[in-house]
T-cell receptor, first 112, second 114 residues
């Protein structure tokens, strides 16, 4: 079992829909990252969070430390949101707390 | 303020050749991380370097792979005697402080082995 599991693997939505991508992890963490990767493109960091909730424009990220679960929400989705969204956790092990462990990503396609 | 710069963006090599991937961290960043993304798989940690030091290379294959981050110039990931299985996207990230700050990623180098 992977340490970081994302669901769904693939998600297709119509423009304007509310999107939720989920991430569960099985290890102790100091922080969780949500990243965005466009096909053939680079990786952009969207959020880093260790508790509660963060919002940036139409994107909202939440984390529940007790349940070891995080969600990424996109409100009023748009075709330009089409990308792979990756969840990554930072270990809380003092000696290697720089190390990121990644989920396999969720491929989001938003149709006009 | 330029972001993390990786070059080349695409690299094609024949089996047995050497591949050199370069990464210039963001200005002011002294920590560099290399990750590999195999087709249909998630990103995997390879190596963590500070200037002139390899801090953690536990994710890097023991044979044929090496990394450096010299005092001057970019970080280099070097793959000797490449094989088909080395075909992947290689991403570099940098950070100013190891823990508190998020890592900033480059656009990656897509390595294809013929």
């Amino acid at each position: 079992k992977n340490e970081v599991e994302q669901s769904p693997q693939n998600l297709t939505a119509q423009e304007g829909e509310f999107i939720t991508i989920n991430c569960s992890y099985s290890v102790g963490i100091s922080a969780l990252h949500w990243l965005q990767q466009h096909p053939g493109g680079g990786i952009v960091s969207l959020f880093m969070l260790s508790s509660g909730k963060k919002k940036h424009g139409r994107l909202i990220a939440t984390i529940n430390i007790q349940e070891k679960h995080s969600s990424l929400h996109i409100t009023a989705s748009h075709p330009r949101d089409s990308a792979v969204y990756i969840c990554a956790v930072r270990s809380d092990s003092g000696g290697s707390n720089y190390k990121l462990t990644f989920g396999k990503g969720t491929l989001l396609t938003v149709n006009p | 303020n330029a972001g993390v710069m990786q070059n080349p963006r695409h690299l094609v090599r024949r089996r047995g050749q050497e591949a050199r991937l370069r990464c210039s961290p963001m200005k002011g960043h002294s920590h560099v991380y290399w990750y590999r993304q195999l087709p249909e798989e998630g990103l995997k940690f390879m190596v963590y370097l500070q200037k002139e030091n390899i801090i953690d290379e536990s994710g890097m294959p023991k044979e044929r792979f090496s990394a450096e981050f010299p005092k001057e110039g970019p970080s280099i990931l070097r793959i000797q005697q490449v094989v088909r299985g080395d075909s992947a996207a290689y991403f570099c990230a940098s950070s100013p402080i190891r823990v508190e700050q998020p890592q900033h990623f480059g656009d990656g180098t897509r390595l294809s082995i013929l």
